[in-house]
Nanobody, 123 residues
Framework: QVQLVETGGGLVQPGGSLTISCAASGSFFHINFMGWYRQAPGMERELGAE???????NYADFVKGRFTVSRDNAKNTVSLQMNSLKLEDTAVYYCSADIAYGNTSYPRRGAFWGQGTQVTVSS
């Protein structure tokens, strides 16, 4: 069983910074990519940033230049450094990972999600 656990959410003032992290655990072969989605109340879940590696990343336009996603492959973690936070960044942030698991006779690949961590930007 694969689990993703997020940490580091909280309350921050506009213009402030916050880092959230996610750790993958369980039985698996390889993590293909990890990333962060977010969902504000009444809105669809949307991709914020994802990383195949620290040299191969993808950012949504609304976070470019403000957020940085980074992976530590040795620890199976991904972090999201969020700077210049805005009121509209308030959302539940979900870690997501595309993971190869199973066994050599029956290899599988699937998307896994964390439980989410609340980030609130408010004065």
């Amino acid at each position: 069983q694969v689990q993703l656990v997020e940490t580091g959410g909280g309350l921050v003032q506009p213009g402030g910074s916050l880092t959230i992290s996610c750790a993958a655990s369980g039985s698996f072969f390889h993590i293909n990519f990890m990333g962060w989605y977010r969902q504000a109340p009444g809105m669809e879940r949307e991709l914020g940033a994802e990383a195949i590696s620290n040299d191969n990343t993808n950012y949504a336009d609304f976070v470019k230049g403000r957020f940085t996603v980074s992976r530590d492959n040795a620890k199976n973690t991904v972090s999201l450094q969020m700077n210049s936070l805005k009121l509209e960044d308030t959302a539940v942030y979900y870690c997501s990972a595309d993971i190869a698991y199973g066994n050599t006779s029956y290899p599988r690949r699937g998307a896994f999600w964390g439980q989410g961590t609340q980030v609130t930007v408010s004065s």
